[in-house]
């Protein structure tokens, strides 16, 4: 089945969908994106994602050419051009064709890219192996991923699905993921120097009523010693951390408050399909 992409006000089979190599996300990597899960052709979270996006332009001094209402209008010819099941969306805002390699151009370049998707096993543990590190600005969703791609022959031989970033003793994300823990059934976040995670935002805003949730500065010390540690993204929704280092929580399993949030999370995007 042919796919379609959008570039710059067209919408293409994708693989005519390309840009040219003076593009300052590809010389210098300048450009942010954002990434949603469209669910039987229904995105999920869109205005939020929208909302992320649109502020994490203005914060890096790019313009979006389209309309808020263009853009949705963008994305469901895309989902209607690309029926899938399961689709993943990612929308790409780059600083242009650079004249000197180095200064955006007055016209960015915006792409939107659907794909099809597999969710992983909700029930498969993820290992995450600590570095210290801090991303430069780590309320934007940038394209610099150098660290965690570099990092991933390291990765594979400690066996490990991502990172756990942390510095001055603080822990503060994965590369692709919020992080939580979970101690005597309270569960804590870091509050600071984060990604704002969409799915992190709503397990926030909206689970209060199962558990207590406390954003603060939390230690990689306290981390290894919680009862539970699980990360959000929205390519995962809510994933359970069995093994950090060589610490190994719940014998391996899913904890119970994961297992708990695990599941009303799905009852949330259920309701959110039903308000469509």
Known sequence: MQEFSYLNGQILPSEETK?????????????????FRVLKGRPVFLQDHLDRFEKGAKQMGLQVAESREKLQDIIFELIRLNPNELLGIKIILTGGYSADGFTPAEDPNLLIIPKPFTFRDSAAGLKLMSLEYRRDIPEVKTLNYVTPIRMLPKLKEMRADDLLYYDQGLISESSRSNVFIVKDERIFTPGTAVLPGITRMHLIAKCGG???IEQ???TLAETLAADEVFVTRSSQRIQAVTQIDDRVFNRGKTGKITGKLQEWMMREELTLQDAY
């Open 19 to 35: 840009i040219h190599v003076s593009d300052l996300g590809f010389l210098r990597g300048y450009g942010i994106f954002d990434f």
């Open 216 to 218: 603060r500065a939390v």
């Open 210 to 212: 199962l558990f207590e």
